[in-house]
């Protein structure tokens, strides 16, 4: 059984930074898409970004390309994003899931792991 678990979310002032972790245990990290997904008060959770088992492929949505950073360190077995320039509309808890021996993905349904989330808010 993987168990995923993020840390680094926190409140920052719009413009700001934070970098959010994603720890895996019990599987075989380096084989596995990992994506990053959010969900705001009363939306739907939505993909935030997704990279390869090699780190070599990386998709972002459109509201995040230029701000966000996807990576991962397959040696730690942990999965990183990087968040710059942060908006209050980033405002969001944030999931990272891994998708067992698949390509990456937008779609949240085909992921088999998710960890339990980490509340990002940004301030205006």
């Known amino acids: 059984q993987v168990q995923l678990v993020e840390s680094g979310g926190g409140l920052v002032q719009a413009g700001g930074s934070l970098r959010l972790s994603c720890a895996a245990s019990?599987?075989?990290?380096?084989?596995?898409?990992m994506g990053w997904f959010r969900q705001a008060p009363g939306k739907e959770r939505e993909f935030v970004a997704a990279?390869?088992?090699?780190?070599?492929?990386?998709y972002y949505t459109d509201s995040v390309k230029g701000r966000l950073t996807i990576s991962r360190d397959n040696a730690n077995n942990t999965a990183y994003l990087q968040m710059n320039s942060l908006k209050p509309e980033d405002t969001a808890v944030y999931y990272c899931?891994?998708?067992?021996?698949?390509?990456?993905?937008?779609?949240?349904?085909?992921?088999?792991?998710w960890g339990q989330g980490t509340q990002v808010t940004v301030s205006s």
């Open positions: 019990g599987g075989t990290f380096s084989t596995y898409a």
């Open positions: 899931a891994a998708r067992m021996g698949g390509a990456i993905s937008t779609m949240p349904q085909v992921y088999d792991y």
């Open positions: 990279i390869s088992w090699s780190g070599l492929s990386k």
